[in-house]
């Protein structure tokens, strides 16, 4: 995720650690597991009950679209895969390509 939890006083959040490990999970927007067999020892973020409650993985992948501006959820293969199947983004990036190809031929 790229969390930088040493950094430990963000400007807005404050704590990040606290936040993300403590907060979000205590509210169950988060499940913090230990990954097994790893040395040092290593954890996974997943999503919580209260995150599927409240939205979907295709809404956050849309967001961060929006964020990333001029950005296709099928730009992100690995995310848009989990959401509706493998090789999904691959198909969608086809099929908008051709779509392009389509558009040029007909002006």
Same mark, same amino acid.
């Given at each position: 995720?790229?969390? /930088? $939890? *040493?950094?430990?006083?963000? *400007?807005?959040? =404050? /704590?990040?650690?606290?936040?993300?490990?403590?907060? $979000?999970? !205590?509210?169950?927007?988060?499940?913090?597991?230990?990954?097994?067999?790893? /040395?040092?020892?290593?954890? *996974?973020?997943?999503? =919580?009950?209260?995150?599927?409650?409240?939205? +979907?993985?295709?809404?956050?992948? +849309?967001?961060?679209? !929006?964020?990333? =501006?001029?950005?296709?959820?099928?730009?992100?293969?690995? !995310?848009?895969?989990?959401?509706?199947? *493998?090789? %999904?983004?691959? %198909? %969608?990036?086809?099929?908008?390509?051709? =779509?392009?190809?389509? !558009?040029?031929?007909?002006?």
């Amino acid at each position: 995720m790229g969390v /930088d $939890f *040493e950094k430990t006083n963000h *400007e807005i959040f =404050g /704590d990040v650690k606290k936040l993300v490990t403590t907060e $979000f999970v !205590q509210q169950g927007y988060l499940l913090y597991k230990k990954i097994p067999d790893t /040395d040092p020892p290593k954890h *996974e973020f997943l999503w =919580g009950p209260r995150a599927y409650a409240i939205t +979907s993985k295709e809404d956050v992948l +849309s967001f961060v679209c !929006q964020i990333y =501006g001029e950005m296709d959820m099928f730009d992100w293969p690995q !995310q848009y895969d989990s959401i509706h199947g *493998e090789g %999904a983004a691959a %198909a %969608a990036k086809v099929q908008q390509l051709n =779509g392009a190809t389509n !558009q040029m031929e007909v002006d």
